[in-house]
């Protein structure tokens, strides 16, 4: 096999994949960048909007030769693949050491109403969650967790946020998530679909430990999970059916955001899956 003709950083093509790096782009193309083969390799398999996800490839030879069978697959999928030197591969990345594939997805958020007609058992509800990498690894944890859905609220972090993207490990591509929409909205959808919202926070009045005792958490739940530094707004707390707090057994002043997420998310998902939780359930 000959060496490919790479394409010119000035065309087009790269131009416009550069442009996805700024959100209002983005938005405006409802396209976004995965990078590193994880991500590719699972843009490639999904489909949204009755389409596939991913748009075009843009690879150094070099990574074409370590990752052939993620190459085979994008080909085999008739997306176009473009290679690139190493230098146009770090204009479009967002990393400091890139891993030579960049893909080109469409946008693949799911209506709120979608979310709700399928009647989700355990939802992670991101309220004022600003920073993208606590975002990405709270979808990611919830994708492990077994969640039927995420959502974004409108005052959240834009999800397809490089910094998201990749900090959601290819989870972003494995379960619905919703965005940009009030939280007022998300709890009395969620609330009428008989979902129980539940709001983290370290000051809650009510303990994960006795919830889990008094078996509150087997059936379908919302977490509601508040900004990185100042947690959730009164408000926000008000709307819940449960303040709950992760306890603090040893001498930590408190837990990080996407920690206490994996905390919240699991102790439902292993109460769901307990004899009589709604995992367990027979549906009728």
């Known amino acids: 096999m000959g060496t490919p003709e790479l394409i010119s950083p000035r065309s087009a093509r790269v131009a416009a994949a550069r442009r996805l790096a700024r959100r209002n782009f983005r938005g405006k193309e409802r396209r976004f960048i995965a990078e590193g083969p994880q991500a590719v390799r699972e843009a490639v398999e999904h489909r949204s909007g009755g389409g596939r996800t991913l748009v075009e490839l843009f690879a150094t030879p070099e990574a074409a030769e370590r990752h052939t069978e993620i190459v085979a697959a994008v080909r085999a999928a008739g997306v176009p693949v473009h290679f690139a030197d190493d230098a146009t591969i770090a204009d479009l990345s967002q990393t400091v050491t890139p891993q030579g594939l960049i893909g080109v997805c469409r946008f693949l958020d799911s209506p709120f109403e979608e979310i709700l007609a399928a009647r989700p058992k355990l939802v992670a509800v991101l309220a004022n969650?600003?920073?993208?990498?606590?975002?990405?690894?709270?979808?990611?944890?919830?994708?492990?967790?077994?969640?039927?859905?995420?959502?974004?609220?409108?005052?959240?972090?834009?999800?397809?946020?490089?910094?998201?993207?990749?900090?959601?490990?290819?989870?972003?591509?494995?379960?619905?998530?919703?965005?940009?929409?009030?939280?007022?909205?998300?709890?009395?959808?969620?609330?009428?679909?008989?979902?129980?919202?539940?709001?983290?926070?370290?000051?809650?009045?009510?303990?994960?430990?006795?919830?889990?005792?008094?078996?509150?958490?087997?059936?379908?739940?919302?977490?509601?999970?508040?900004?990185?530094?100042?947690?959730?707004?009164?408000?926000?707390?008000?709307?819940?059916?449960?303040?709950?707090?992760?306890?603090?057994?040893?001498?930590?002043?408190?837990?990080?955001?996407?920690?206490?997420?994996?905390?919240?998310?699991?102790?439902?998902?292993?109460?769901?899956?307990?004899?009589?939780?709604?995992?367990?359930?027979?549906?009728?």
């Open 129 to 284: 969650v600003r920073d993208p990498g606590n975002a990405g690894t709270v979808l990611r944890c919830a994708d492990a967790a077994g969640a039927d859905a995420v959502v974004l609220t409108d005052a959240s972090v834009d999800l397809y946020n490089p910094k998201s993207v990749r900090a959601s490990v290819g989870s972003l591509f494995h379960l619905p998530v919703a965005v940009g929409v009030p939280v007022e909205q998300v709890v009395g959808g969620l609330r009428d679909a008989g979902v129980r919202i539940v709001a983290a926070d370290g000051a809650g009045a009510d303990d994960l430990d006795a919830e889990l005792d008094a078996g509150t958490m087997s059936g379908p739940t919302a977490w509601v999970f508040g900004n990185e530094a100042w947690g959730l707004p009164e408000e926000t707390r008000a709307l819940a059916d449960a303040v709950v707090r992760v306890p603090i057994h040893g001498k930590a002043e408190s837990l990080n955001l996407a920690t206490a997420a994996a905390v919240c998310l699991y102790a439902s998902a292993r109460a769901q899956r307990t004899t009589g939780g709604c995992r367990s359930a027979s549906l009728g």
